[in-house]
């Protein structure tokens, strides 16, 4: 009797969370697997089409032409910003003076509004009277106004705007992985006259191997599923350069903004963003993979 | 003077390791300068930003204000609304608050003391949803929730749905659990507690550090907030958080963009935040870093 009123006081305080997690974390995940199944625009018939909107799905160019730009954003955020992040933490675990001070100026974008931010960064870049643009036509470095947000330079410009956001993030899982390396292995190496570099690729790198591993992961997941920034910035344009697939996904349901237009796809809509989840679940699967047989080889 | 003989056999190696390590500590202090503007910029230009005219703005490359104009600020407060977007942000991330660090301590509490059937396909459940993502596709099935509830016309709506996700603050507190010894807890058992008044009376203090962490963490998740308060005030603006009014004003009803308003708002957005944030710094840091430890 003692333990069923032990279980009832346990599931008692298990279940607001779970009916919560349930109705509005499961539901709609359920809701969008039966729509996938369905032609749907939002109001009026819904028709059972079965595999019909994976089929439009394959031969939907403008989709997989924002999954190229996802890799594209993902891969050039990840390159710069994990060595930088890394080579930061390994600057900030030493005792410098001010390193809590510089961890802090480093780690500060994190707990910014990624929309206001880039909201700031588009007045920044912005081509005719961006803040950028005026700096350098003054220190005369440009003669004539950089189209930041133009067709060749957006994805450069989100790009860098998401490795703002994301350097300090990576420099603080990087030192927290960093204070697992134990101390004396640097010295012994000192006595045995390693370099700084040396004690990096030799001592760093090797030691850091699975969290490594962990954060490169992270970042790849958190990369390809970033839409806000870009949402703001660019909208995707000019001409879908900056599309990425979970816009994509948005744009299938709701307008950018309050005064946009937009043809709504339930139904097809629901297999983009299912089509996206099982993107980034294989690349990062694919990465796993790949890291574990690299393991294996060095 | 002890080093003099050392001098007098090597004196060209030694001025040129001294040089040596003068030349990389400059490069180092460089590379941390170099980004740690990087980082300010954006919000410095928002702080100075924030003071100026309008055309000072849009035609000048000045980094100071060449007159401080406090008006803006009065001026996005009154006519553009910032009041009212203030006050939904803070609404919204204070109960937002409230209930995640509520619904997950209550859980972490039972997952971390009991055993019970089903709490590893819970624990899963909690991760599953930290890491799978569909996108906007769920804010429909949600929305039209909101309104079969009739919630969709008040803050609730959103409230409910940013408590829903409170998986992370689940694993943070789960974390500081760890930390509590459970013989408080047979001690408070035998002195008569039960279940519910060990949670209340003995991990809720304990917690404490824990649960000041988490709601940091919490209520800048839901003050920083876009998209959903977006799609959710589409249709009624009254209900806009500060980040929505904000990136409305970009599109504006006016013909020629606002920018001082904009600078204006941004920094009411960000300055809490980062005022906040320059007296608890290490908190913050505290559940990045926790997320990688073991």
Known sequence: MTSLRKLGESYSFILPSLIFTLVLGIYPIVWAIRYMFYDYPGYGEEVFIGFGNFASLMRDEAYWNSVVNTAVYAMGKIIITIPL???LAVILNKGLKGKNFLRAIYFMPTVLSTAVISIVFFNIFNSYNGILNQFLLKYHIISKSIDWLGPDLAMVTSIIVAIWGAIGNY???FLAGLQNIPDDV??????????????????????LGPVLQMIIMLAITISLKGYESIMVLTEGGPIGRTEVMYLYVYRMFFPISSSSTMIQQIGYGSAVGFMSAIIVGLITLGYFWLSKRLNRIF | MNTAPATNTAPITKVGRRANRIFSGLILWVF??????FTVFPVLVTLFGSFKTNAELTAGATILPSVWH????LEAWKQADFAKFTWNSLFISTFTTIG?????????YAVDRRSFFGKSLYVSLQAATMFISIGAVVIRPQFELMVKLHLNSSLWGIIFILISAHATTFFILIGFFKGIPRDLDEAAYIDGCNFFSVYWRIIVPLLKPGLGVAALFAFRNAWNEYILPLVFTMTNP???TLTVGLADLRYGTTAATQTHLIMAGACLSILPILIVYAFANKSFMQVTGGSVKG
């Open chain 1, 171 to 173: 420099m603080l899982l």
């Open chain 2, 32 to 37: 941390l300068g170099l980004i740690a503007v």
């Open chain 2, 100 to 108: 995640t660090l509520l619904l997950a301590s209550m859980a972490a």
């Open chain 2, 70 to 73: 406090f008006s803006n600020y």
């Open chain 1, 85 to 87: 992040s890394l080579i």
């Open chain 1, 186 to 207: 640097y010295e012994s190496a000192s006595l045995d006259g390693a370099n700084a570099s040396q004690k990096f690729f030799y001592i760093t790198i090797p030691m």
């Open chain 2, 238 to 240: 009254k209900l806009q």
